[in-house]
């Protein structure tokens, strides 16, 4: 295990819904990420927060709404959803501002939690 | 033109076998270069980085980054069929912000 746990692992839901995935990490992390996956298509950055701070945000749809309380808890509420959101949706978090195994530089590795694996009906 | 290209595959080898995984990329500006391995219904893992141009080797695991060509690789020697997996190629420039290739399957068959 990555130290990063999202739920649920799965979900349907109607175009009408409303609902949120939840994703925790236990790292001590201060940055969070989410992810959009779908099939033979390279990862989507869509929302970036730094010390709760929403940093980016990639031109996501308002259907889509993250919400970060704490360092440790990130949340992406979804509502009115299309068919094409269908997708897994992955969770991140990395420890911004230092190394990351002891490799020169500064990239910081991003730890990812399983995903969430959303079917919008 | 996407920023990065991977060809997706699916790739099937014999036990064994070496594996060779590229990518290729656009921005002249990407200096951290990584590959990341994700096993069917996991997130991805950091799997190998490479700072800048030049050759890594972790175990069966071999790195390669070419900036002058803009072109990275990942070779996998004896490969086991527990290196079945979709494979990952992600650059940065920021060493923030990482850009993802599509993923390449790659099934090793015992």
């Known amino acids: 295990e990555t130290g990063v746990t999202q739920t649920p692992r799965h979900l349907v839901m109607g175009m009408t819904n409303k609902k949120s995935l939840k994703c925790e990490q236990h790292l001590g992390h201060n940055a969070m990420y989410w992810y959009k996956q779908s099939a033979k298509k390279p990862l989507e950055l869509m929302f970036v927060y730094n010390f709760k701070e929403q940093t980016e945000n990639n031109s996501v749809p308002s259907r889509f709404s993250p919400e970060c309380p704490n360092s440790s808890h990130l949340f992406l509420h979804l509502h009115t959803l299309q068919p094409e959101d269908s997708a897994l949706y992955l969770c991140?978090?990395?420890?911004?501002?230092?190394?990351?195994?002891?490799?020169?530089?500064?990239?910081?590795?991003?730890?990812f939690g399983p995903g969430t694996r959303l079917t919008v009906l | 033109q996407k920023e990065v290209e991977q060809d997706p595959g699916p790739l099937s080898v014999p036990e064994g076998a070496i594996v060779s995984l590229n990518c290729t990329y656009s921005n002249s500006a990407f200096q951290y270069f990584m590959w990341y391995r994700q096993y069917s219904r996991k997130g991805p893992e950091l799997l190998m980085y490479?700072?800048?141009?030049g050759n890594k080797e972790d175990g069966r695991f071999t790195a390669q980054v070419d900036k002058s060509s803009k072109y990275i690789s990942l070779f996998i020697r004896d490969s086991q069929p527990s290196d079945s997996a979709t494979y990952l190629c992600?650059?940065?420039?920021?060493?923030?912000?990482?850009?993802f290739g599509s993923g390449t399957q790659l099934t090793v068959l015992p």
């Open positions: 490479t700072y800048s141009s």
């Open positions: 992600a650059m940065t420039g920021s060493a923030r912000q990482l850009t």
């Open positions: 991140a978090s990395s420890q911004v501002g230092g190394a990351s195994r002891g490799i020169t530089g500064s990239y910081n590795e991003q730890f």
